[in-house]
């Protein structure tokens, strides 16, 4: 067949090659053809979008940009594709993980998976998400929301049937009348007692996936596992499926049921049931928490998700381990498999394996000043797993883990990217530098021979607030904020890299947690930033313990005995080129209800007032001669909780720059705790602390990055 455009002058077979002229008629048609382009020296490519932390890899030949949400935010087209790039996006979101059931508890759901990833087993094909600037909310805007796990019990009127918190679901914004829905984890079962009129709190709930049920039952009692793929809130269950066209999740596992066993079920996960307690000797071992799914769509090294069976990283939803008396059951196990687990970011049971650093995979070797209530029976930071089941020594359940959301599409690798010197982490570039970002574990290798100087921040996880059910609880301290440089570093330079979590959230009227470490391992020594202080709980828990302390001190509680602010931790490892910044917590009053802010990185935690107001976080730290305001909250990390106003007040102070959490009680009617009222995960801010109600608000995970000049 012949050249079918009419062109003067000579030319090859082929329109996109060689001289000549197409007349008016014949140039229209070869470029809607594709046969050529018509702005000439403009390569195609694909759309300009901004949000979440960005990760630029290659893959099948394709090079692809990934945005990956560890808290909510936008994601945001500005432009179009141009030529022959596809408009088409991939998605992954994960809902938060369900909180573990107490004394003798059941593990919890995973939160829900969905996904529209070509190949993926679970693929979702006709959920598609085309990117554009008049898409989403109709001018370019696709709102992400991110759900937290749930954790604490709580009380009324959020009684959850007397269950912890279900997770809170993630959500993507497609159009103004469309919103795909990955649902939190159903909660585990908690031991009644014996009481009948808790029979409804021994079964698991429904969500994502469901939570196990837990053990041995009185006469005339009957208990049911909580099924996965079911829609449901963070306060309550219902029965109806998730109406997406792939099981998000699976149903949690039973509990031995005859006496005297003590054995729970394991929640269930994204790929698998919850196991039931063996029921056989020893009979007080619960069930694994059932097996999560991989999904590689932030990229191979982007360091989001935990180990799975059989090696490989990037996995999510494990289910939540069932509790016992026993040896300990394993999150996101898998039987028979080696290493048994926990895997996919479930929880391990609290009569698990001790929670020795190093000795978990899913945590890398840390160092001390690490809260034992945040590893490792919490499902692990934006993996959606469940919570682990509790045992009598450690009544209280694990915390499920948050979600996450990821977003992927084609670019032109020539021209829209550029060559890293490194590997490890989401990887992005600005003009003249390459950013190497860790939420989670990893490793950061610089692998050229010629030398250049690095820059690092590394931030621990924030600490939680305080609640109580007297005065007002303090907002949590941020976690240590460490920034420098190392000059002359050559290739091959390898560091391990740990990214701590934010402190848990706490049962009624007390103190909140500490927050993890996070560590850059340099060869020639690490960087240590510990976690965030504690906020206070006030009159309730006062005098609050010293050892809970950090990189910014937690706000002291209002109402309490004295002024509680609590120091900022001074021992963190810091060689010479670095900086550690971190403050301490504002005092709260003695006399009244006023509670103090956390301490951020920049600055200490405001006092409360003696009128009985709250006071705000301290502000974080930013550092524009490197780090682009894109990255954290605005540029800043280390931003302290907000303290919380008087008792029945609906709203409280606002956290410090950088991520800090606002202080806050719930409404009259039952509803999640709003986003803005936790730490903001990869910033490192403190929780903002509660009052009048038994569930206080979680810290920020922490971050890690590292940057170079292009």
């Known amino acids: ?14 329109a996109k090659k060689g001289g000549g002229a197409f007349d008016k008629f014949d140039n229209y048609n070869a470029q809607k053809d594709d046969q ?52 088409t996006c991939e998605y992954m979101a994960v809902g938060g993980g369900g909180g573990g059931g107490t004394n003798h508890g059941a ?44 954790g604490g019990p709580v009380g009324p009127p959020y009684t959850n049937n007397g269950h912890a918190p279900n997770g809170e679901p993630s959500k993507i914004v497609v159009s103004p009348t469309v919103t795909y829905t990955a649902y939190g984890g159903g909660a585990g079962g908690t031991n009644n007692g014996g009481n009948p009129s808790w029979v409804a709190a021994a079964s698991g709930v429904p ?85 999560g799914v991989q999904c590689l769509i932030a990229g191979p090294t982007a360091s989001l998700g935990r180990p799975g069976p059989g090696g490989g990283l990037s996995w999510f939803g494990g289910g939540g381990a069932g ?48 809260d034992p209530m945040n590893m490792p029976h919490a499902g692990a930071p934006n993996t959606g797993g469940g919570g682990a089941g509790g045992s009598p020594d450690m009544t209280i359940g694990g915390n499920g883990g948050p979600g996450c959301v990821v977003i992927r599409y084609k670019i032109n690798g020539p021209t829209q990217s550029n060559t890293a010197k490194a590997t490890g982490g989401a990887i992005s570039f600005t003009p003249t530098r390459a950013y190497h970002v860790f939420v989670n574990a990893g490793t950061f290798h610089y692998t050229d021979p010629n030398p250049v100087t690095i820059n690092a921040l590394v931030v621990g996880g924030g600490g939680s607030g305080g609640t109580t059910g007297g005065g007002n609880g303090a907002g949590g301290g941020a976690g240590g904020v460490i920034e420098g440089s190392l000059p002359g570093i050559t290739g091959p330079y390898p560091v391990a890299i740990y990214v701590g979590a ?30 965030g202080g504690a906020g206070d709980g006030g ?17 002291g509680g209002g109402q309490g005995s004295g002024p509680g602010g609590v120091t900022a931790d001074p021992s963190s490892t810091v060689p010479g080129s670095f900086t550690l910044y971190g403050n301490d917590g504002g005092d709260g009053q003695s006399s009244a209800d006023g509670s103090g802010g956390g301490g951020g990185a920049g600055e200490e935690g405001h006092p409360g007032t003696p009128g009985g107001e709250g006071s705000t976080g301290g502000d974080g730290k930013n550092f524009p001669t490197w780090l682009p305001s894109t990255y954290g909250d605005g ?26 959490g606002t202080g806050y009680n719930f409404p009259t009617s039952p509803g999640p705790i709003p986003a803005t009222n936790c730490g903001q995960d990869g910033t490192g801010g403190g929780g903002g602390g509660g009052g009048d109600t038994w569930v206080n608000k979680k810290g920020g995970a922490g971050v890690v990055i590292i940057s170079y000049p292009i």
Not at 72 to 82: D, E, H, R
Not at 647 to 660: C, Q
């Open 1 to 14: 067949m012949g050249f079918p455009y009419k062109r003067t002058g000579s030319f090859p077979t082929d």
């Open 36 to 87: 050529i382009w018509n702005h000439p020296g403009i390569a195609p490519q694909g759309m300009t979008a901004s949000g979440g932390i960005i990760n630029d890899y290659s893959d099948g030949g394709n090079t692809y940009r990934a945005h990956i949400f560890v808290d909510s935010g936008t994601f945001t087209v500005t432009a179009n594709v141009i030529g022959n790039m596809p408009a």
């Open 107 to 150: 593990g919890a759901g995973a939160g829900g998976f969905i996904t529209n990833l070509a190949g993926h087993p679970k693929v979702a094909s006709p959920k598609t998400l085309s990117g554009s600037a008049t898409g989403g909310n109709g001018s370019g805007l696709y709102p992400i929301t991110v759900g937290h796990g749930g």
């Open 207 to 291: 969500g994502g996936s469901g939570g196990g049920w837990k053990s041995h039952s009185s006469p005339g009692e009957t208990f049911t596992v909580g099924e996965g793929d079911k829609q449901n809130t963070y306060e309550g269950s219902t029965t109806t499926a998730s109406g997406w066209p792939v099981a998000q999740g699976n149903d949690g596992g039973a509990g031995y049921h005859p006496n005297p066993g003590y054995g729970c079920g394991g929640g269930g996960g994204a790929g698998g049931v919850g196991g039931d307690a063996p029921g056989t000797s020893p009979s007080s071992v619960g069930g694994m928490g059932g097996v």
């Open 323 to 370: 509790g016992g008396d026993g040896a300990g059951a394993l999150g996101g196990g898998v039987k028979g498999a080696s290493p048994a687990g926990p895997f996919a970011g479930g929880g391990n049971s609290f009569a698990g394996p001790s929670p020795i650093p190093g000795t978990n995979p899913q945590m890398a070797p840390v160092p001390s000043r690490t």
């Open 502 to 531: 934010g402190g848990a959230g706490r049962t009624a009227a007390n103190y909140g947690a500490r927050g993890n470490s996070s560590v850059a391992s340099f060869p020639s020594h690490p960087v240590i930033a510990y976690g």
């Open 539 to 555: 009159s309730d828990v006062n005098p609050m313990p010293t050892d809970v302390n950090g990189g910014s001190g937690g706000g």
């Open 635 to 660: 540029g800043y990390f280390g931003g302290g909780g907000g303290g919380q106003n008087s008792p029945g007040a609906g709203t409280g102070v606002a956290g410090g720059l950088g991520g800090g």
